[in-house]
Each structure stands twice: as C-alpha cells, then as structure tokens.
C-alpha cells in the first residue's frame, strides 16, 4: 500500500490458551503478509499479560485466538498502553467470546439461534438427542462433541467439563454450514464449508486438509441475500470491529441457525476469511494490510 497510516506494527500471537498453536500459525502468516506490504513488523509471542512491544510500535494485529486474545483481555492492555490495534474493543469482545453471552444477545435481537441451554457441573441437558455439547468460552472446535444418540452423552459431557464446569448445549441443527466473512464493516463472499468425513472438527480444520471450500457459495440469490443480511445484524449486535466471521448452519428448507461470531479469524493456509477475501479479490497481503490500516483505539 503506497499511502500507510503507519510504518511500524506489532503482531501477537501464541496466547497461552488451548488454540495456541494455530494462533502461532496464524500470527507468523499475518506478520510475512505485512512485511510483504512494507510494514516493519515485530512479532510478539505472547504468554502473558506481561508481554511488552519495542518503542515505535504504532499499531497492533492481535491474532490470539480464545482465552486471553478474544475475552477482551489482551485489548485492555493494548488500551492501557493508549496503542491502536485491530478488531473488537476489550468491552466488545465478551460479546462473541463467551458463547452463553452470543446466543442470549442474538436471541433478544431476533436472531434465528439454535434451542440451547447451559449445563454446569454434574448436571445433564434436558433436551434429547441430536446435540452439540461446547465449552463456552473456546474456539477452533475445540471443546465441542456432537451427541447423536443418548448413550454417547456422558462420555461427551466428561470430556467438555475438562474445559470448565459450564457446558452449553445446543440442538443439533442438520443442513449445510457456511461462513460470512467481514472486512471493516463490509460482508465477503459466503463461503460453504463441505467437510469429507461429515463433521468440520479441529482436524478437518486444521489436520486432515480433506474439507471442500465453496466460495462463492452455490445458494440462491435470494438466500444468499439473506444469510448476509443476518451476517451484518450479528455482527453488530455482537460488536464486530474491523473483521470477523459470522458462522452458521442451513437447513435444506432455507432455515437459518447462527452459531457464532469469531471476531479474530484464523489466517492460517486452510483459514476461510482469506478464502473469502481472495473470491472478492484481494490477495493475502493485501487483505492483511487493509486490516491493519483499520486499526484504531
């Protein structure tokens, strides 16, 4: 980019939550992508909130995934250091964070969310089979089990609780899964997600490399229309900020279910705003430089 709101960045990645990994993955992507763009980039693995960045750091990309990065606390500090950084403000952040939170806010606005209710201890859902069972405040499919028969719930239920005492658990929603990507406050192509073994889990995601990626999604235009039109109403009940990624399901009648906002997407090889970005046009590093040049306190 020929004209720069600035020269010198800082990238964070790592975090010390479970999605460690691919925010490594993530963060390393980003920071050759801006370097690419002429930015003087510092990467910062970050373990704690204890991280410091080098004098002239004008603006931040966090790319932390989950806990730390996307529960608004990894934001506070950057707003206590009084430095401009990318995507939803530390106040916003619960909002899609907490997944309890997300569906109760989308819900009261009249969103389409799946029937879903919380879970805490010893306890078990009252809702029958199908289910999706999910650590509330985790990302990248982990800490989520889907249950298709009762007999498969309590071994489900254990290995949720590893990740805390609270458990949401939603019905089970069949139909197709697809994403809206966003770029500032502009919605990307839908992008459809086919996963070959059924379930898009962190090793369909990350691992095996066998998923199907549509984009442009082959919907119709009327409800193409549609899921983009409830893409920009969960992005900003949920306080999306520069990018971010509305999920949903699809039933074959044309049903809509949201299932979350991610409001700091993945940038690794198999990501899918980069997917995205790339149907409307825009390369790689072109799509990192224009977030960062979003960035703002």
């Known amino acids: 980019m020929s004209q720069k709101r600035f020269q010198?960045?800082?990238?964070?990645?790592?975090?010390?939550?479970?999605?460690?990994?691919?925010?490594?993955?993530?963060g390393a992507a980003?920071?050759?992508?801006?370097?690419?763009?002429?930015?003087?980039?510092?990467?910062?693995?970050?373990?704690?909130?204890?991280?410091?960045?080098p004098e002239g750091v004008e603006a931040v990309f966090p790319v932390l995934?989950?806990?730390?990065?996307?529960?608004?606390?990894?934001?506070?500090?950057?707003?206590?250091?009084?430095?401009?950084?990318?995507?939803?403000?530390?106040?916003?952040?619960?909002?899609?964070?907490?997944?309890?939170?997300?569906?109760?806010?989308?819900?009261?606005?009249?969103?389409?969310?799946?029937?879903?209710?919380?879970?805490t201890g010893a306890g078990v859902p009252a809702m029958g089979c199908p289910l999706v069972v999910k650590a509330p405040r985790q990302g990248?499919?982990?800490?989520?089990?889907?249950?298709?028969?009762?007999?498969?719930l309590p071994g489900a239920l254990a290995r949720v609780r590893a990740f805390g005492a609270r458990m949401l658990v939603e019905r089970f929603i069949p139909g197709r899964e697809c994403t809206v990507g966003f770029l500032g406050a502009d919605p990307l192509p839908i992008v459809e997600i086919v996963p070959a073994a059924g379930v898009y889990d962190y090793e369909a995601k990350y691992q095996r490399g066998d998923t199907n990626y549509v984009c442009p999604a082959r919907f119709p235009a009327e409800l193409s229309a549609?899921?983009?039109?409830?893409?920009?109403?969960?992005?900003?009940?949920?306080?999306?900020?520069?990018l971010g990624r509305v999920d949903f399901r699809v039933t074959d009648g044309g049903d809509l279910c949201i299932l979350e906002l991610n409001p700091?997407?993945?940038?690794?090889?198999?990501?899918?705003?980069?997917?995205?970005?790339?149907?409307?046009?825009?390369?790689?590093?072109?799509?990192c430089a224009r977030i960062m040049e979003l960035a703002e306190l």
Do not use: C, N
């Open 226 to 242: 549609k899921i983009t039109a409830a893409a920009r109403e969960a992005y900003a009940v949920l306080g999306g900020r520069h």
């Open 140 to 152: 990248s499919s982990i800490g989520v089990e889907i249950v298709r028969e009762a007999a498969e």
């Open 65 to 119: 995934h989950g806990e730390f990065g996307e529960d608004g606390t990894a934001q506070r500090r950057l707003e206590e250091l009084g430095l401009p950084y990318v995507g939803s403000r530390s106040w916003e952040m619960p909002r899609s964070f907490d997944k309890e939170i997300a569906l109760s806010l989308l819900a009261a606005a009249g969103l389409p969310v799946a029937p879903h209710e919380m879970v």
């Open 30 to 53: 980003v920071a050759a992508a801006l370097r690419s763009a002429g930015y003087a980039v510092h990467e910062a693995d970050v373990r704690s909130l204890a991280f410091t960045l």
């Open 8 to 26: 010198s960045v800082a990238v964070l990645k790592g975090g010390p939550g479970a999605e460690r990994e691919v925010s490594l993955r993530s």
């Open 264 to 287: 700091l997407p993945g940038f690794t090889a198999t990501s899918l705003l980069p997917k995205a970005a790339a149907a409307a046009g825009l390369s790689f590093d072109v799509l």
